[in-house]
């Protein structure tokens, strides 16, 4: 529309000024002499034809480009809004129709002073930033609801960020929140803010609080548990390594017992075994073995070797009797 108003504009505005092109020769006398004077008067001529050339400024009219990531919402002030989407690129439009460009790209908010209670009638204000974009598919439904994304902001998504935390905080008392259930409030808030936003054709993405205040109370009360329970931890780990090193030490203690118990017995199984073996080796030398074993040995030289009596030590032939 706004072209057509203009390349119109344009076209009077050279249209009347090629009209001022017609000129005349007029004479006069001025202190008895004659002068002659060309006079431009408006009028019509054919210059004025060239006005024509205006209305080329309505082309820009006729043609709509919607970037990448946006999705373009035709309204017409004669048909109204069309249900019928314009995707990326260029296209051909009705010149007194308007486009509406909604962005799908991922956007990103940041919610200051989000006000909440928690179950023990303590206030908290947080910081949260959220990450969201509009489905392409949805974003008819999104521009009847809210014109533009900066409505959809303030109308939709703060409301719901505030209104959604809250009742997720007021199942914790302000300790908890602020000390180890805020991962399960993480958690519960993004599963409930995706499903609240997918209702109106929003993709949920990421919440992050980035900040919260309890007041200066509070905030000391919560420091002074976390000493106390970093303590207590401090002492279990303690305790557990003490009871570790009197675990390992028991545990040495009865290895080496065994290990003397095991020796022992050893020794009382080798040396039964010895004896065994010497009463199986005593039994199995019988004198003709001892005779014989004598005889492979012997030399064929009579013993020098003599008792006091001078008889041999040993007297191969007796072994024999």
Same mark, same amino acid.
């Given at each position: 529309?706004?072209?057509?108003?203009? +390349?119109?504009?344009?076209?009077?505005?050279?249209?009347?000024?090629?009209?001022?092109?017609? #000129? $005349?020769?007029?004479?006069?006398?001025?202190?008895?002499? *004659?002068?002659? !004077?060309?006079?431009?008067?408006?009028?019509?001529?054919?210059?004025?034809?060239?006005?024509?050339?205006?209305?080329?400024?309505?082309?820009?009219?006729?043609? *709509?480009?919607?970037?990448?990531? +946006?999705? =373009?919402?035709?309204?017409?002030?004669?048909?109204?809004?069309?249900?019928?989407?314009?995707?990326?690129?260029?296209? &051909?439009?009705?010149?007194?129709?308007?486009?509406?460009?909604?962005?799908?790209?991922?956007?990103?908010?940041?919610?200051?002073?989000?006000? *909440?209670?928690?179950?023990?009638?303590?206030?908290?204000? +947080?910081?949260?930033?959220?990450?969201?974009?509009?489905?392409?598919?949805?974003?008819?439904?999104?521009?009847?609801?809210? !014109?533009?994304?900066?409505?959809?902001?303030?109308?939709?998504?703060?409301? $719901?960020?505030?209104?959604?935390?809250?009742?997720?905080? $007021?199942?914790?008392?302000?300790?908890?929140?602020?000390?180890?259930?805020?991962?399960? &409030?993480?958690?519960?808030?993004?599963?409930?803010?995706?499903?609240?936003?997918?209702?109106?054709? &929003?993709?949920?993405?990421?919440?992050?609080?980035?900040?919260?205040?309890?007041?200066?109370?509070?905030?000391?009360?919560?420091?002074?548990?976390?000493?106390?329970?970093?303590?207590?931890?401090?002492?279990?780990?303690?305790?557990?390594?003490?009871?570790?090193?009197?675990?390992?030490?028991?545990?040495?203690?009865?290895?080496?017992?065994?290990?003397?118990?095991?020796?022992?017995? *050893?020794? &009382?199984?080798?040396?039964?075994?010895?004896?065994?073996?010497?009463?199986?080796?005593?039994?199995?030398?019988?004198?003709?073995?001892?005779? #014989?074993?004598?005889?492979? #040995?012997?030399?064929?030289?009579?013993?020098?070797?003599?008792? =006091?009596?001078?008889?041999?030590?040993?007297?191969?032939?007796?072994?024999?009797?």
């Amino acid at each position: 529309m706004g072209w057509i108003i203009f +390349s119109i504009f344009i076209l009077v505005l050279i249209f009347i000024g090629l009209g001022f092109l017609n #000129k $005349t020769t007029e004479t006069y006398t001025k202190w008895g002499e *004659t002068h002659t !004077r060309t006079v431009y008067k408006w009028g019509f001529n054919k210059l004025q034809w060239l006005s024509l050339f205006a209305l080329l400024l309505i082309i820009p009219s006729f043609i *709509t480009v919607v970037p990448a990531n +946006s999705v =373009g919402i035709l309204y017409s002030p004669f048909t109204g809004v069309s249900e019928d989407t314009l995707s990326e690129g260029v296209h &051909i439009k009705n010149p007194f129709a308007k486009v509406y460009k909604i962005s799908t790209e991922v956007q990103t908010q940041t919610l200051n002073g989000i006000y *909440t209670q928690t179950s023990d009638s303590q206030y908290i204000t +947080s910081v949260i930033d959220i990450k969201y974009a509009v489905n392409s598919s949805n974003v008819f439904l999104i521009f009847k609801q809210f !014109r533009t994304l900066d409505n959809m902001s303030s109308v939709l998504i703060s409301p $719901t960020v505030q209104r959604v935390f809250e009742l997720i905080t $007021t199942d914790y008392n302000v300790i908890d929140a602020l000390g180890d259930k805020r991962p399960e &409030i993480y958690n519960r808030l993004q599963t409930d803010l995706a499903n609240e936003l997918s209702k109106y054709g &929003i993709t949920f993405y990421s919440v992050t609080i980035v900040d919260t205040d309890a007041g200066e109370t509070i905030e000391k009360a919560i420091e002074a548990e976390a000493v106390a329970k970093k303590a207590v931890e401090i002492a279990q780990q303690e305790l557990l390594k003490a009871e570790t090193e009197a675990k390992q030490k028991t545990v040495t203690a009865q290895a080496e017992q065994d290990a003397a118990k095991i020796q022992a017995e *050893t020794k &009382i199984i080798q040396a039964q075994a010895e004896k065994e073996a010497n009463e199986l080796l005593s039994k199995s030398l019988t004198k003709e073995i001892l005779y #014989k074993m004598y005889i492979d #040995k012997w030399n064929g030289k009579l013993s020098t070797v003599v008792s =006091g009596d001078g008889q041999l030590i040993i007297d191969p032939s007796e072994l024999i009797k």
